[in-house]
Antibody, heavy 117, light 108 residues
Framework: QVQLVQSGAEVKKPGASVKVSCKAS????????MHWVRQAPGQGLEWMGIVNPSGGTTYAQKFQGRITMTTDTSTSTFYMELSSLRSEDTAVYYC???????????WGQGSLVTVSP | SYELTQPPSVSVSPGQTARITCSGHALPKQYAFWFQQRPGQAPVLVIYKDTERPSGIPERFSGSSSGTTVTLTISGVQAEDEADYYC???????????FGGGTHLTVL
């Protein structure tokens, strides 16, 4: 069965960077792109971007310049790194698989990132 | 930037029909998807490509589309359906995804 297992919670100081991982299993890694979505406390879902298994990316304009999405095909893992963190970046970050016309068919469990002095 | 508009809240009694709308100017050209999110959990896809229901999703969930508005309908609402519901689609290019602001469904 498809599983997306994300890294654990992180606490970062303003100005720092965070790198969240998403390990995929149960399907052919190279056949599916991966989205990243975040949700601030008590707020809605926000699309951050998409990465294909070979590393090509499309980022939401809001995050251009401080987001990097990468992949490691040897371990079937996707990564999302966000830099220059501020308090407004406190959120749960999700990876979600793209299924060629069906966006977000499977989701990771989420990774809480807290930005606090 | 492109936006999808949902009502913040909808309330229905058990057994009634709940309808949640989502409006956006690109919806005639881009498919819409609907997600259910219960507190503390990841979202779950309940409708894809406007009207299709994934396996395992109860038949009481259905989707429809008309012009710039898509609608999620839950027939015979049950207490377990109380949750936040989000629509999602792409902008006119299809390259950028966007979520609606979410609708909280309250089962009275």
């Amino acid at each position: 069965q498809v599983q997306l297992v994300q890294s654990g919670a992180e606490v970062k100081k303003p100005g720092a960077s965070v790198k969240v991982s998403c390990k995929a299993s149960g399907y052919t890694f190279t056949n599916h792109y991966m989205h990243w979505v975040r949700q601030a406390p008590g707020q809605g879902l926000e699309w951050m971007g998409i990465v294909n298994p070979s590393g090509g990316t499309t980022y939401a304009q809001k995050f251009q310049g401080r987001i990097t999405m990468t992949t490691d095909t040897s371990t079937s893992t996707f990564y999302m790194e966000l830099s220059s963190l501020r308090s407004e970046d406190t959120a749960v970050y999700y990876c979600a698989r793209d299924a060629s016309g069906v966006d977000f068919d499977y989701w990771g469990q989420g990774s809480l990132v807290t930005v606090s002095p | 930037s492109y936006e999808l508009t949902q009502p913040p809240s909808v309330s229905v009694s058990p057994g009634q029909t709940a309808r949640i709308t989502c409006s956006g100017h690109a919806l005639p050209k881009q498919y819409a998807f609907w997600f259910q999110q219960r507190p503390g959990q990841a979202p779950v896809l309940v409708i894809y490509k406007d009207t299709e229901r994934p396996s395992g999703i109860p038949e009481r969930f259905s989707g429809s589309s008309s012009g710039t508005t898509v609608t999620l309908t839950i027939s015979g609402v049950q207490a377990e359906d109380e949750a936040d519901y989000y629509c999602q689609s792409g902008d006119s290019t299809g390259a950028y995804r966007v979520f609606g602001g979410g609708t909280h469904l309250t089962v009275l």
